[in-house]
């Protein structure tokens, strides 16, 4: 690869002429030097070097995205969300993976922390305490999307899982259930517990008792939805199951028929999400829908308001809705 | 943030003993001055910058993967073959979007060229020549994944599209079909044009017409999948298609059920990539199955080879195969 100091070299010039000339750092220097020093660049095919740029500026204009494996599905559109916020900044935008292995954070954050970034957005990582403290300590800007935390310091855009655990519920029992299960819920996330305690709080609010054994953990995925159909079936008998997810829905469904079942006359599901997926499914999946689009969007404005002060800089919370399709039926005579 | 010049101000060494210290260059320094150097870097909270680290090695460990936006879905599966191939390797993964559109294939061009980058994997996102051009001027090493060229000078790890158009058709074929459509395909791409030709090949060899307006082109969308339907139901009667992606195939599973048709009574339908989706839907679909997994891990290995040298540097082309399901039925009488 071609450097500055062969241009110098080749040219005759110093490093620092050069230097000046190719990063438009100052005018010391005439014409003809700059006409000689950008055709001897373009004669050596030198392509300016971003790392190099970035220690002479110190803003890289990059941000950086952590998402996670694929056991949902709705991080694209919140990426959509995301882009079209960059449209028309002069913004770069690069993803790193990260899970919920130790492993691939400490990975992800050497990663934020060894490049120069304008600011990071997590999307639906929960990240360990130490790591997001070492990002915290560089002051890197950071924003949390479609996760929440306790701790109110954490900036977050996200729906509130405690209200879509109550509503979804809600929506059963007001159909005539009175056995509803929870399935592919991660009950060791923030999350997953929020979506429980929303649950819970509406059996209570039904005068129901809540049963600790109808609600089936998981990660969120096809397979837990599909295990969970068959431990629904056969050994906890409900009438209705929520879906922690689209994917964890569609594999309920599937389990379901499979084990000779019809959606949803034997077995409604009502699933959380609401992506495309819940629509290509037959039947279409009755849905809590979130707003994934309007979360990226949020993400980001609010990361620049960090970035560039002034702007708007406290965690937001996304509404959802509950769309009726064709995944749940009333009970019999209620 | 803090820089080495803070730490060599800070602890009265020189600029150049901090940064052979803090980059482990040489052993020409004392324990004593190690330690106060190292300990003063964890005061003043030193994060190692990635930038300044790589001009001095010029080895960045950093795979920049081109990814395209979420028309078709297999790229989660690629992904997690190549980072299979990385573990354990020291590399850092890096991912960037680019569309069909320039704009973003020539952002995406300078992030490649702007950052000391040692490979390139572009996965299924038909690069424009100049583009191209650009990066092997660059002498970055490139392969091309889940997307195949005429030009032989461009390495790429895919299926045999034209193969896929073929076998998809002669299937159909052998199953009594007469009058197959074909859906969704981009007649703009390479891999469009290929499926369509082994398509065409198929229909002649089997003594049939091709007929042009059997092919619905499109871009491997549901809703190209959904379009499709109503074309074929009202505008051009056939017995089966071929959904050029299973989003596509789903769409026209869609389209013909929201249509009042039985699949696969009515309409059989065989889906293209085989991904997790032509499994959820019902009923499932008869695929011609991609090994994505399969293409990250090789395509991985394959631009390893041309980093490290002394590797395999060819073109390869992944093996898929039919697995049948239930969209698909005999033609009565056949």
Chains 1, 2 share one sequence.
């Not at 006409?35 to 740029?53: C, F, G, M, P, V």
């Not at 922390?113 to 997590?122: A, D, F, K, S």
């Not at 954490?154 to 509503?167: K, M, P, T």
């Not at 389990?255 to 279409?284: N, R, W």
């Amino acid at each position: 690869m071609t450097t500055i100091k062969d241009i110098a070299t080749y040219t005759g010039f110093s490093v620092s002429t050069v230097s000046r000339v190719l990063n438009h750092l100052d005018n010391r220097y005439s014409k003809a030097t700059e006409a000689k020093i950008r055709a001897a660049a373009e004669h050596l095919h030198y392509q300016k070097n971003q790392a190099a740029s970035e220690l002479v500026t110190r803003q890289s204009k990059t941000i950086m995205l952590v998402i996670t494996e694929n056991s949902t599905n709705f991080t694209a559109r919140l990426i959509d969300g995301i882009k079209a916020s960059l449209t028309k900044l002069d913004y770069n935008l690069l993803l790193i993976y990260a899970g919920n292995d130790m492993d691939s954070q400490i990975e992800a954050t050497n990663l934020i922390l060894m490049r120069p970034v304008q600011g990071v957005i997590i999307v639906s990582v929960p990240f360990a305490e130490r790591e997001l403290a070492r990002i915290k300590q560089a002051q890197i800007p950071l924003v949390f999307a479609s996760i929440n935390y306790a701790n109110q310091d954490i900036l977050s855009v996200a729906s509130d899982d405690w209200a879509i655990g109550y509503q979804a519920t809600r929506y059963l029992l007001d159909q005539g259930h009175r056995r509803i299960g929870l399935a592919g819920v991660d009950i060791e996330s923030y999350i997953g517990q929020e979506r429980t305690r929303g649950y819970r709080q509406a059996l209570l609010d039904a005068g129901l008792t809540y049963v600790d054994r109808r609600v089936f953990a998981g990660d969120y995925s096809w397979q837990a939805g599909k295990d969970a159909a068959h431990y629904f079936v056969h050994q906890e008998p409900v009438s209705a199951v929520i879906g922690a997810s689209d994917y964890t829905a569609v594999g309920l469904l599937n389990g379901a028929v499979k084990l000779g079942l019809s959606v949803p006359t034997d077995l409604s599901i009502l699933s959380i999400d609401g992506t495309d997926l819940s629509e290509m499914v037959q039947p279409a999946l009755t849905v809590i829908k979130q707003d994934f689009y309007k979360m990226g969007v949020d993400s980001m404005r609010l990361l620049l308001g960090i970035i560039r002060g002034g702007g708007q800089v406290q965690s937001q919370v996304i509404p959802f809705k509950l769309i009726e399709r064709a995944s749940v039926s009333p009970v019999e005579g209620a």
